[in-house]
């Protein structure tokens, strides 16, 4: 059974950061493409940023620069370091796996809210 499980999300305030954290269970860690996406009130998800099998990074214009994803292979954990938090990054956001064979795997979200 696959298992994605987003924790770290939270109320923060503009300009501040927040580290998010996907856990997963059930796929091939090391072999898929990892990423986040996230979804606002009223808007259509879009893509955060992905990284690769081989650790090759994208970012959505809006974020390159402050968000940075990461993995871990040992743990079989994705990760979405955010700085410089804008209330336009307020959104549930959801981690995302791809397996080589062209699966895709969702978690159920968590919320971030950047509000003073």
């Known amino acids: 059974q696959v298992q994605l499980v987003e924790s770290g999300g939270g109320l923060v305030q503009p300009g501040g950061s927040l580290r998010l954290s996907c856990a997963t269970s059930g796929i091939i860690f090391r072999l898929n493409t990892m990423g986040w996406y996230r979804q606002a009130p009223g808007k259509e998800r879009e893509l955060v940023a992905t990284i690769t099998s081989g650790f090759i990074t994208n970012y959505a214009d809006s974020v390159r620069g402050r968000f940075t994803a990461s993995r871990d292979n040992a743990k079989n954990a994705v990760y979405l370091q955010m700085n410089s938090l804008k209330p336009e990054d307020t959104a549930v956001y959801y981690c995302?796996?791809?397996?080589?064979?062209?699966?895709?795997?969702w978690g159920q979200g968590t919320q971030v809210t950047v509000s003073s």
């Open positions: 995302y796996s791809r397996s080589t064979g062209g699966a895709n795997y």
